[in-house]
């Protein structure tokens, strides 16, 4: 029993795959070798830059550094971030001088994304028993997923990066 290797062609026993990508079913698997990189028949060049990567997940990532960095912070409107995952990141980390603090900063990121209207589908619904949770303005621990894949996230920096990387969604905020 076995299948072509979805990114190099190369017809693979079951063996030659994880479990997670024998699970993927034929015509999406991707053998060890191409997984585990050690299959260095196929190089991933950037077109701006011309650097090489090993994996198409190495290029994604090394592509962001060739963004134009024109995306404010929602809070204090500084223009200098390549992606809204950045400005959230930004704000998140409490060194946004528009709202100082961790935990402040969560729940007024917390409360933006619930007054934005196409942030809606990616609010994870409140509890039916919240046990006197979330009446206080307080955040959910896990507020935000994604319904494409339904992966949760603690941070709304996480959603906005993994939609950028995993469903190509660069811009689901609008401010």
């Given at each position: 029993?076995?299948?072509?290797?979805?990114?190099?062609?190369?017809?693979?026993?079951?063996?030659?795959?994880?479990?997670?990508?024998?699970?993927?079913?034929?015509?999406?698997?991707?053998?060890?070798?191409?997984?585990?990189?050690?299959?260095?028949?196929?190089?991933?060049?950037?077109?701006?830059?011309?650097?090489?990567?090993?994996?198409?997940?190495?290029?994604?990532?090394?592509?962001?550094?060739?963004?134009?960095?024109?995306?404010?912070?929602?809070?204090?409107?500084?223009?200098?971030?390549?992606?809204?995952?950045?400005?959230?990141?930004?704000?998140?980390?409490?060194?946004?001088?528009?709202?100082?603090?961790?935990n402040n900063a969560r729940n007024n990121i917390y409360q933006f994304a619930r007054s934005q209207r196409a942030m809606q589908p990616y609010m994870t619904?409140?509890?039916?028993?919240?046990?006197?949770?979330?009446?206080?303005?307080?955040?959910?621990?896990?507020?935000?997923?994604?319904?494409?894949?339904?992966?949760?996230?603690?941070?709304?920096?996480?959603?906005?990066?993994?939609?950028?990387?995993?469903?190509?969604?660069?811009?689901?905020?609008?401010?």
């Amino acid at each position: 029993m076995g299948r072509y290797c979805s990114e190099c062609n190369d017809w693979c026993s079951r063996e030659d795959f994880s479990f997670n990508q024998w699970k993927k079913g034929d015509g999406y698997s991707r053998c060890l070798d191409c997984t585990q990189g050690n299959n260095n028949t196929y190089s991933y060049e950037c077109h701006k830059c011309y650097k090489t990567f090993d994996s198409q997940n190495s290029l994604n990532m090394h592509m962001q550094v060739h963004r134009p960095r024109n995306v404010s912070c929602p809070i204090c409107g500084d223009c200098r971030f390549r992606s809204g995952a950045n400005a959230v990141q930004h704000v998140e980390s409490g060194y946004c001088s528009g709202c100082k603090g961790r935990n402040n900063a969560r729940n007024n990121i917390y409360q933006f994304a619930r007054s934005q209207r196409a942030m809606q589908p990616y609010m994870t619904g409140t509890p039916m028993l919240t046990n006197g949770g979330y009446r206080d303005g307080s955040t959910p621990d896990y507020p935000y997923h994604c319904y494409q894949c339904n992966k949760q996230f603690r941070h709304l920096s996480q959603l906005l990066q993994h939609n950028d990387q995993k469903h190509g969604q660069m811009r689901m905020l609008q401010y």
